[in-house]
């Protein structure tokens, strides 16, 4: 069993800056992050492999970065130029194949709210 742990989150104003950490409890080859905003499933974001190689969803190329630090098991995900269409519960999550499909994920932490406003 995998303990995902979050931090970060919170409120800003579109156009700002948030920065959004995991912590996984033991190694797992994939890190990603998911989101559910209001009335929606959940989606992919981004993801990162143990071998550096990461994904984005084209909703946020350009404006979202991933990384990871292998000695501390954590991701990290910066978002940056936000907006409204942002606004989820984002989800922190593990697993062996990665990508951004959610079925590939065993472990997910409880979730963290990002609120952009226009």
């Known amino acids: 069993q995998v303990q995902l742990v979050e931090s970060g989150g919170g409120s800003v104003q579109a156009g700002g800056s948030l920065r959004l950490s995991c912590t996984a409890s033991?190694?797992?080859?994939?890190l990603g992050w998911f989101r559910r905003a209001p009335g929606k499933e959940r989606e992919g974001v981004a993801s990162?492999?143990?071998?550096?190689?990461?994904k984005y969803a084209d909703s946020v190329k350009g404006r979202f970065t991933i990384s990871r630090d292998m000695r501390y098991k954590t991701t990290t995900l910066q978002m940056d130029s936000l907006k409204p269409d942002d606004t989820a519960v984002y989800y922190c999550?593990?697993?062996?194949?990665?990508?951004?499909?959610?079925?590939?994920?065993?472990?997910w932490g409880q979730g963290t709210q990002v609120t952009v406003s226009s």
């Open positions: 999550a593990a697993g062996t194949y990665g990508g951004l499909v959610e079925r590939h994920f065993d472990y």
């Open positions: 033991s190694y797992t080859y994939s």
């Open positions: 990162i492999d143990a071998d550096g190689s990461s």
